[in-house]
């Protein structure tokens, strides 16, 4: 807003301001241009209002007032019953002690815990070699590993359904053949893993060539130093490129973490194959989900849903507030 | 709410509008519906036209025979998803107050559930009682209360266990009329083939009308409701039937005389046409499934009637079936339930193309007892009248009353099932696992509830 300011007078002010100063004492001048100055001023208030009209109509229409209206919803409690009533926070007050929700949410963090890592461990390695070798070859491997994040979330996921399908995946075909027995990739034993493969799979590429970016944008020279200390390439990635893109890490983190709170479209997809296993209550996500869907319960879900809200809230200010100082937000 | 995965510094946000979606979702939806519902508006003369969704795709040729046999109402077909998404699209619909046709097909089951959110006219009040005698005793009494009428039944799901005849004489296994000896050539069989299964034990959600249907056969009556009686209900989903039937297949499960893949999945349909499967126990809609999802088998299958608990018995139940109608949102009630109840009715024709290429069971006692449909021949099942079968099994179907809450409680089955066939739970502890967990949600919703 201040450049904005300072930028103030634009051409079509100059007129106005020009004839008063030919004419007028110094005093009547300078006050004149104050007046100037200050119609510049709303002129160009009502030129950024207007500028930013468009988007706070489509702000307003498709996220405040749904939000607000959401939050309506979730004050509220409507039985089949008993009718519609107000009830202040009561639906909150059964969120957090509703052993559906607390199970999806526990299941989403420790997929998280496990999936996380390896995923953002892969784009990095992924990252810093494609950073080192400038070759075709990194190029085409760019490409192959960033493609699975142009396919749709729900293309993928009923994709690696059919792989891991008992009858026709090729898995089982393989365990077959050695004689190991049935894995079955779809049970409760592995289902997570499976999950955890199918998000792997969509979302290494994409985080990959966010750290590649960062790697891109670092100063050569600070290698050659390196090299002329003598370090060698693996000391050169890990002393220096990986701390100095740390910000962009924390940045991928903290997607990522938000992104897994939500998990929702690849076990909506395996849901029916694997219906056994991926219960109506999962994730938070799909859970809220049910509720307004199937159940019409949509009071409840609203309250759910703004509940996940804040757990993801709290959890990624707390993120952010720890790794303030790699981040460089501090 | 489709890729909510997507780390965008919208994610934040996206997350906290999970529920505005449901919100949103529904007045979305509510455009898109009235958007060509134009078909419930008329403007002077002309023919009133009637919004209708319903999901077979034989239905085209079933409307354009109603059309051309009708001068003032014409029926405009919209198909809105099968099963559990027409549902979901009609409950949003009823939700926002806008966006619903006026006649829509329902399974039995969903009845009670629309109707408590009052989004079913009473047709009752439009001459719809005068059908009562041509109607099947038990399907009139799901579709309405008194003389209140909520739906016209169409077609029925008597069950009855189809197999392979092929297969039965290769190992030569004898059809089963028992659930005893259901098991002991199930275990015949699995030791003759081990990658071969007596049938397939529907464990997911859309099999969980096949449970209930299985109980219902063994003499499970788990509720007792009328929406006259509101807010009393009777809730009995652990009484020794169903724990009989749970533990029945629980036990063939554990065995791995079963398989215990998901219906409607991909390798389910394989299992029925490449012979892994050599029973499928199903409804009278079912000869019309399995033909199409494992037409490469035809001729080797036979229908045989379910199998029973006592030897010599009679116990039948059902598995799905459905009814059409009127949402209360119609603006033309008169000519809404002329249609529900004339789109099939006792309509020859219309019926023609629901049994030959529909597979509907009709629950109209003229079609149903009449020569044409029990003498029918089907290619598929060698040549076998299998109504022959299905009737008899139709007649003997008692009464059932269903919950206004069944998503819930079939979703409730569906998870403690899955419980227990992930070894989590034992089988014995699922019925009162789904009683506990039915009767608690029933109470909280403000229902008087007796168990």
């Known amino acids: 807003m201040s450049l904005l300011r300072q930028q103030g007078p634009a051409p079509a002010v100059t007129p106005s301001t020009v004839p008063a100063e030919g004419v007028g004492t110094p005093a009547t001048g300078r006050g004149r241009r104050r007046t100037g100055r200050q119609s510049a001023h709303t002129r160009h208030q009502a030129m950024g209002l207007m500028l930013v009209t468009p988007f706070g109509l489509l702000f307003a229409a498709f996220l405040v007032a749904p939000l607000a209206y959401a939050f309506w919803l979730s004050l509220r409690t409507s039985t089949l019953v008993g009718g519609d009533h107000f009830s202040w926070f009561a639906n909150y007050q059964q969120t957090f002690t509703d052993p559906h929700f607390l199970a999806g949410v526990r299941r989403v963090v420790v997929f998280g815990l496990v999936q996380v890592p390896i995923m953002l461990g892969l784009a990095l390695l992924g990252a810093l070699i494609i950073d080192e070798v400038s070759s075709k070859l990194a190029k085409v491997f760019r490409m192959t590993l960033f493609m699975p994040y142009a396919v749709p979330a729900v293309i993928g996921a009923l994709m690696w359904g059919f792989l891991y399908s008992p009858t026709f995946g090729p898995v089982n075909s393989l365990s077959h053949a050695l004689g190991t027995g049935k894995i079955d990739l779809l049970g409760h034993s592995l289902m997570l893993t499976s999950l955890g493969n199918i998000v792997t799979w969509q979302w290494t590429g994409y985080n990959m060539i966010v750290l590649y970016a960062a790697l891109q944008g670092l100063p050569r020279e600070v290698y050659e130093a390196a090299k002329l200390d003598g370090a060698g390439q693996i000391q050169t990635a890990l002393r220096i490129k990986v701390p100095m893109i740390s910000s962009a890490m924390v940045l991928t983190l903290m997607f990522t973490i938000i992104g897994t709170l939500q998990f929702f479209t690849e076990p909506r997809v395996l849901e029916p194959t694997a219906s056994s296993v991926i219960t109506p209550d999962y994730t938070p996500n799909l859970y809220a989900y049910n509720l307004a869907f199937q159940y019409s319960e949509f009071n409840y879900s609203a309250a759910i849903s703004f509940s996940l809200g804040a757990v993801v809230f709290i959890g990624s200010y707390l993120f952010l507030f720890a790794t303030r100082k790699r981040s460089g937000l501090k | ?451």
């Open chain 2, 1 to 451: 709410m489709s890729s909510t995965r997507r780390p965008t510094s919208r994610s934040v946000r996206r997350t906290a509008v999970a529920a505005t979606s449901a919100a949103l979702a529904g007045v979305l939806l509510a455009a898109c519906g009235s958007g060509g519902d134009s078909g419930s508006g008329t403007t002077g003369s002309g023919p009133v036209h009637i919004k209708v969704w319903a999901w077979y795709p034989q239905f085209k040729q079933v409307v354009a025979e109603f059309n051309k046999t009708h001068k003032d109402v014409q029926v405009d077909w919209v198909q809105a998803g099968v099963g559990q998404d027409e549902y979901t699209k009609l409950k949003t619909a009823l939700k926002a107050g806008q966006g619903a046709p006026d006649v829509v097909m329902l399974e039995f089951q969903e009845l009670p559930t629309i109707q408590l959110t009052k989004g079913l006219l009473d047709m009752g009040k439009y001459g719809a009682n005068d059908d009562k005698g041509n109607y099947v005793d038990w399907a009139w009494k799901q579709a309405s209360d008194g003389d209140h009428v909520y739906a016209i039944p169409v077609d029925g799901g008597p069950m009855a266990m189809m197999y392979r005849a092929d297969l039965f004489k290769k190992y030569n296994l004898k059809v089963p009329t028992t659930w005893a000896e259901y098991k002991e050539e199930a275990a015949k069989l699995h030791k003759a083939d081990p990658n071969a299964y007596m049938t397939d034990f529907g464990s997911d959600e859309t099999a969980a009308g096949w449970r209930q249907g299985l109980t219902w056969q063994a003499g499970s009556r788990p509720y007792t409701y009328s929406a006259s009686k509101l807010p009393d209900i009777g809730v009995k989903l652990n009484d020794d039937n169903a724990k009989k039937v749970y533990e029945y297949w629980g036990d063939l499960v554990k065995n791995k005389l079963v398989d215990t893949q998901s219906y409607a999945t991909t390798d389910f349909y394989n299992g029925l046409s490449s012979g892994k499967y050599a029973t499928y126990i199903a409804a009278g809609w079912g000869p019309g499934y399995l033909s199409s999802v494992a037409a490469k088998t035809s001729g080797k299958w036979r229908v045989a009637p379910l199998p029973q608990w006592t030897a010599g018995g009679n116990a039948q139940g059902d598995w799905g079936g459905s009814s059409f109608s009127v949402t209360s949102q119609t603006k033309h009630p008169k000519e809404a339930t002329e249609v529900a109840r004339e789109l099939f009715g006792t309509s020859q024709a219309a019926w023609k193309i629901g049994i030959d290429q529909a597979y509907l069971f009709p629950l109209v006692n003229p079609i149903l007892n009449g020569a044409y449909f029990q003498d029918k021949k089907y290619d598929f099942f060698g040549g076998q009248q299998i109504n022959k079968v299905f009737v008899p099994a139709a007649n003997g179907i008692g009464t059932f009353d269903w919950s206004p809450f069944q998503d819930f409680a079939y979703n409730t089955d569906t998870s403690e099932v899955g419980k227990a066939l992930q070894g989590q739970t034992d089988w014995s502890s699922v019925n009162d696992n789904v009683q506990d967990q039915v009767t608690s949600y029933a109470s909280k919703q403000g229902f008087k509830v007796s168990k």
